[in-house]
């Protein structure tokens, strides 16, 4: 079990650390707005996109340069189903991620057009929340089950 985490390339730890950092941080801006600390909440949602930018440019690197690693573990299966909801939602991460953190800029920037941007932003944050934190936490349970199960 050990031997193959030791084993793995060392940038597949660091990957699921960001993925793990990334669902802490958007927790954390969760609760934030939820107590309507506006600007704590912009700046942990931005480190968020961050580290999340970060993992992606790792996760790209990773699998250019080694590939992919076959999983034979005992619940192959319920590994599968996670993986694939974990790849199809992640692709629409960026975008949903880059167009709420947009419009949430726009919403604090003081124009006219501020409270039209604010209920863009509240309306699609409501989608891009659930969606980049189940990405964050099936990344973390896709490393456990590839590399310590």
């Keep these: 079990m050990l031997l193959a985490a030791v084993a793995a390339h060392p940038i597949v730890h660091l990957n699921a650390s960001l993925n793990a950092a990334a669902a802490v941080?958007?927790?954390v801006g969760w609760v934030l707005i939820r107590q309507r600390k506006e600007q704590a909440h912009k700046w942990v949602m931005i480190?968020?996109?961050?580290v999340s930018s970060v993992f992606l440019a790792?996760?790209?690197?990773?699998?250019?340069?080694?590939g992919s690693v076959a999983y034979d573990g005992p619940v192959r299966p319920v590994y599968f189903a996670i993986l694939i909801s974990h790849v199809v939602l992640a692709v629409a991460v960026p975008p949903l991620a880059?167009?709420?953190?947009y419009l949430g800029l726009r919403?604090?920037?003081g124009s006219e057009a501020s409270p039209r941007y604010r209920a863009k932003h509240r309306r699609l944050a409501r989608w891009t929340f659930p969606v980049w934190m189940y990405v964050s936490v099936t990344g973390v349970i896709v490393y456990v089950m590839?590399?310590?199960l």
């Design 98 to 101: 880059l167009t709420t953190i």
């Design 58 to 66: 790792c996760y790209l690197y990773y699998h250019y340069n080694v």
């Design 146 to 148: 590839l590399y310590h």
């Design 47 to 50: 480190s968020a996109t961050v």
């Design 25 to 27: 941080l958007l927790m």
């Design 107 to 109: 919403a604090l920037a």
